[in-house]
C-alpha cells in the first residue's frame, strides 16, 4: 500500500510560478511510475506529466515547456515545476503511482488546489 499527499498550492497571478510537492509513505516507492494530474471544475481528470522509475519523463502537449516533473526516490518525493502559469491552469492537482506493468493509476493522493488569478 502506498499513500499520497499534495502540498504546494495556492493562489498566483498569471505568469508566476509554482512548485507542488508529492510526499509517498509506504511500499518501496523506487520502482513506481509517478504522475501528475489536474482536474478543473466541470472538467475531466487531465494528464499532465508522467516520470517513470529510470527517471523518463513524458507530458501532455498543454503544459510541455512550461511544467517539469521530478523525482526523489531516498526522499520518496516527487515534484511538479509549473512555470508561467496561466488562468486556465487553474485546477486541483493530483498526484497519481502505479506500477511499470500496470495501466491504471492505482494510488491517488487527496490533492492541491491551484488557483491562477490576478
Known amino acids: 500500500q502506498i499513500q499520497l499527499e499534495e502540498s504546494g498550492g495556492g493562489l498566483v497571478q498569471p505568469g508566476d510560478s509554482l512548485k507542488l510537492s508529492c510526499a509517498a509513505s509506504?511500499?518501496?516507492?523506487?520502482?513506481?511510475?509517478m504522475a501528475w494530474f489536474r482536474q478543473a471544475p466541470g472538467k475531466e481528470r487531465e494528464f499532465l506529466a508522467l516520470?517513470?522509475?529510470?527517471?523518463?519523463?513524458n507530458y501532455a502537449e498543454s503544459v510541455k515547456g512550461r511544467f517539469a516533473i521530478s523525482r526523489d526516490n531516498a526522499k520518496k518525493m516527487v515534484w511538479l515545476q509549473m512555470n508561467s502559469l496561466k488562468p486556465e491552469d487553474t485546477a486541483a492537482y493530483y498526484c497519481?503511482?502505479?506500477?511499470?506493468?500496470?495501466?491504471?493509476?492505482?494510488?491517488w493522493g487527496q490533492g492541491t488546489q491551484v488557483t491562477v488569478s490576478s
Open positions: 497519481a503511482a502505479r506500477s511499470e506493468v500496470s495501466v491504471a493509476y492505482k494510488y
Open positions: 509506504g511500499r518501496t516507492f523506487s520502482n513506481l511510475f
Open positions: 516520470i517513470t522509475s529510470t527517471n523518463n519523463t
